[in-house]
Nanobody, 118 residues
Framework: QVQLVESGGGLVQAGGSLRLSCAAS????????MGWFRQAPGKERESVAA????????YYADSVKGRFTISRDDAKNTVYLQMNSLKPEDTAVYYC???????????WGQGTQVTVSS
């Protein structure tokens, strides 16, 4: 069982930066692939970034490539999403999620709101 708690959301002006954190419980965090998702009002949830259990492979949605960076610190059981050059269209609730390799995401955090003003 993995419990995830996101933090770091807030209100920022366009062009600004935020760093989201996702703290995970449990002793096997390093065995999980981690991902960040977001859901804007009236839209479906979309994948933003992901990182494998090893930290070697990362994935980014085209809309955030070059602006967002996902990283993990297994010693702290935490995954991060550094968001730079934020745009109003990045406004959404951001969720982190965990999964075992080759499986679907089955652990989700409660979400943190990110609002980017123009």
């Amino acid at each position: 069982q993995v419990q995830l708690v996101e933090s770091g959301g807030g209100l920022v002006q366009a062009g600004g930066s935020l760093r989201l954190s996702c703290a995970a419980s449990g002793r096997t965090f390093s065995a999980y692939d981690m991902g960040w998702f977001r859901q804007a009002p009236g839209k479906e949830r979309e994948s933003v970034a992901a990182i494998t259990w090893s930290g070697i492979i990362t994935y980014y949605a085209d809309s955030v490539k070059g602006r967002f960076t996902i990283s993990r610190d297994d010693a702290k059981n935490t995954v991060y999403l550094q968001m730079n050059s934020l745009k109003p269209e990045d406004t959404a609730v951001y969720y982190c999620a965990a999964k075992k390799p080759y499986m679907a995401y089955d652990y989700w955090g409660q979400g943190t709101q990110v609002t980017v003003s123009s």
